[in-house]
């Protein structure tokens, strides 16, 4: 069962979540290293509209630890400023071992428009 989840963020800050993933009594499901993750974000509820994905393949912005069934998610300020301002769609989605998906999350992000942008 996924988690209804309203997110939201600002353009060009960078916008860490951690998510533990708990069967449906509460009890946290661990070794989990084998699972393969995906968060997408899409403009509007199309697949077609895609803004945003990231993975757990080769630091693709989402790390396992598996025996503490956590996943940390990091989307970066340069990804956050590639986002337009506004609603976005976006799930957070698990592929077993077994082939068998879940979708943990699953909501809106609300992405605040940025005032400044970085400079060096």
Partial sequence: MSAINELQFTQSGT???EVIWQDST???????DSAQMQLKANKTDSYA???LALTTAGGGGIVLDAA???LT???TDEQTAALPAGVCYYDLIVEQTDDSKHVLMAGTVTVEQGVTTWQS
Avoid: M
Wanted: hydrophobic share 45%.
């Fill in 26 to 32: 509460g009890t946290v499901i661990t070794n989990i």
């Fill in 68 to 70: 503490a069934g956590k």
């Fill in 49 to 51: 509209d895609r803004l």
């Fill in 15 to 17: 916008f860490p979540l």
């Fill in 73 to 75: 998610i990091t989307i």
